[in-house]
């Protein structure tokens, strides 16, 4: 980061200060929505499994906890199964936005940002380069003010959806 283009003007350090803002409030509630499939596995692995549980959650890769949350709903034990219509259909979208929502935090966690352009007035950029084998993807993003309230627009509706997931999980669970 070059902070000294930018270091005297007092809109560009607003912005930056504003940008960091955003990042702490998106990776706590990225944090959040994790919590609630921990809580589903700590539920469903019941309480003399509390330990061993959060073992097995600190292991896993969030793609992989995802995948398993998907495994442990579909398996209709110890959930019983939910009786209302679109439910599943509903819970296979909600997991499809986890995913997506997985893959952005990646992205803005091991990007770059270049400050540069808050000497102009323009937002910060997020630049990412991904090697897969012989081939490199690139992609970058303005996060203004407007993005990132975007951002954490999607995330919030995504939270509200996964909460109701998961109050409905608590609804049907079925002591073993």
């Not at 200060?17 to 469903?44: N, P, T």
């Not at 398993?68 to 959930?79: G, M, T």
């Not at 819970?91 to 990646?106: G, Y």
């Amino acid at each position: 980061m070059t902070r000294n283009r930018w270091e005297d003007d007092p809109a560009a350090i607003a912005e930056a200060e504003r940008f960091y803002s955003f990042v702490g409030q998106y990776v706590i509630s990225f944090q959040w929505l994790e919590g609630q499939i921990d809580q589903m596995f700590l539920l469903a692995r019941g309480h003399d499994e509390w330990n061993e549980t959060h073992h097995w959650l600190a292991g896993l890769r969030n793609v992989d906890k995802i995948n398993a949350f998907r495994d442990l709903v579909q398996a209709d034990e110890p959930f019983d199964r939910i009786q209302i219509d679109g439910w599943y259909e509903h819970f296979e979208q909600v997991v499809d936005r986890l995913h997506t929502e997985r893959k952005r935090r990646n992205g803005i966690l091991h990007s770059q940002f270049l400050f540069d352009f808050l000497a102009i007035g323009q937002p910060i950029m997020r630049s990412d380069v991904h090697r897969r084998g012989h081939d490199v993807d690139f992609t970058q993003e303005d996060l203004s003010q407007a993005r990132c309230d975007e951002i954490m627009g999607e995330l919030a509706r995504l939270a509200v959806d996964l909460n109701f997931v998961c109050v409905q999980l608590r609804h049907v669970y079925r002591l073993s």
